[in-house]
């Protein structure tokens, strides 16, 4: 059986043929529009890179691949006795674009194992870093520490063709994704569980070691980790954290500078730091209205918040127009297993509630929950309380979607990566320009 680098490596030449027979033949056909709005706006909805593992549609949802979430959940291999999909599944999905079978899954998972033992010099380093720190800080400066590790780096100094940089690109992603549990279980044992820690259980898959060495030994949260880790892999290019790794590596950095890059991206209110800012909002929503809240007065809450000025967190999206599906495979598993759990019935009653206010208030062009408005009250569930580290599971998740483009980014020989910016001034004159063009027609 071909291994994970030689599959990859026999798709490489047909889709490099690919690309350039298309950049060859159509290179010059316009794809995208951009209005001055996109210009202020972020760059919002322009058409301007390549993302080989997910699209995003806004009415539709995320595809990995071409597959939904209910079919990923249906048809990538899993844990036994599991019924949720194992993230080295979704890995290899995403990598090759195509379904693994149990023996790729289990190959991918040994493969990790071997590769997952942390440097010493690394304990060194995170032990010199406050307990206080956020563990998002906490976790970049892990991966970035690591960057001694390269071996494209050290490749790329040595010299070699540019055809050949995906080879070791593949290697640093491969000891960097093996590595991201452990890391992450560190931090939280040592920020939250007075420094403890659980060794490794050689015997469990990349998630459901990261529960064990957490210190949640519930079968069901090894089943949540891996639904999470799951759904959370990958979301198009354009995101913060998606687009930030994509940009550091046109520079040709290596792994560890991309991924610690797309972190500290993800860190942000406006991305990953939001499924910690959902919860929190929920439980002050509990505190202020005595528990679970009647429909009267939760609408009324949802009002107050509105009306001063605030949002309801967890709810609108940068793209999405529907509910996103990420949140409906979370609201089935807590279905399933935590359907009295009292922050679930809030959360439930706010999708009940909350997407009718938001049309009413008229300033949400997407009434409807996201992924965040649901995560948190499962990690609470089982145990993990501490807000502040929901975004390193984000973080640990995110890392197999953008770390697996980085690696067909070299392959297909992405060039850095160098839009042109204007000023305002040059926007007025272009304006002007227009519109005298369209008065002497």
């Not at 079919?71 to 195509?98: H, Q, V």
């Not at 549990?181 to 040592?190: E, K």
């Not at 990261?210 to 880790?229: C, I, N, T």
């Amino acid at each position: 059986m071909a291994t994970l680098k030689e599959k990859f490596a026999q798709k490489i030449g047909p889709m490099r043929e690919r690309v350039q027979r298309i950049l060859k033949d159509y290179g010059d056909l316009k794809i995208s529009e951009v209005t001055v709005a996109q210009a202020y706006g972020g760059m919002r909805g322009v058409k301007c890179m390549v993302w080989e593992t997910s699209e995003l549609d806004p009415f539709e949802g995320i595809r990995f691949r071409g597959f939904t979430i209910p079919e990923l959940r249906e048809k990538l291999p899993k844990a036994p006795g599991g019924e949720e999909p194992l993230p080295e599944g979704i890995f290899y999905l995403l990598l090759t674009g195509e379904l693994p079978t149990d023996d790729d899954v289990k190959m991918i998972t040994e493969e990790w194992q071997k590769r997952s033992a942390l440097p010493d010099y690394l304990f060194g380093i995170m032990k010199a870093v406050p307990k206080e720190t956020h563990p998002m800080t906490q976790f970049s400066l892990a991966i970035l520490a690591l960057q001694k590790e390269s071996i494209f780096a050290e490749r790329y100094r040595a010299g070699m063709h540019k055809l050949e940089y995906w080879d070791p690109m593949f290697e640093d992603v491969m000891n960097l994704l093996a590595k991201l549990p452990l890391i992450a279980a560190y931090i939280y044992r040592r920020t939250y569980k007075d420094d403890v820690h659980i060794p490794p259980d050689p015997s469990l898959d990349w998630a459901g070691n990261f529960a064990h060495m957490l210190g949640v030994e519930d079968p069901a949260f090894k089943e949540l980790m891996r639904l999470y880790l799951v759904i959370h892999s990958d979301h198009e290019g354009g995101n913060v954290s998606a687009h930030t790794c994509h940009l550091v590596g046109s520079a040709l950095s290596d792994a560890y500078y991309c991924l610690s890059a797309a972190i500290n991206g993800l860190a942000g209110p406006l991305h990953g730091l939001a499924n910690q800012e959902v919860l929190r909002w929920i439980m002050d929503l509990m505190k202020d209205l005595g528990g679970i809240p009647t429909k009267e007065q939760l609408e009324k809450y949802i009002w107050d918040t509105l009306n001063a000025g605030k949002v309801v967190p967890g709810y609108g999206h940068a793209v999405l127009r529907k509910t996103d599906p990420r949140y409906l495979a979370q609201r089935e598993f807590a279905l399933k297993y935590l359907p009295d759990d009292p922050i679930f019935k809030v959360v439930s009653l706010v999708y009940e509630v909350a997407p009718d206010i938001l049309m009413k208030h008229g300033k949400a062009k997407n009434p409807w929950p996201n992924v965040d408005a649901h995560s948190g009250c499962l990690l609470y569930h089982y145990g993990i309380t501490e807000y502040d580290f929901y975004t390193v599971f984000f973080g640990v998740s995110r890392a197999i979607g953008v770390l697996s483009q980085l690696i067909w980014s070299r392959a297909l020989g992405f060039p850095i990566e160098r839009p042109k910016s204007v000023t305002t001034d040059w926007i007025e004159k272009t304006i002007e320009t227009i519109k005298t063009q369209q008065a002497a027609q």
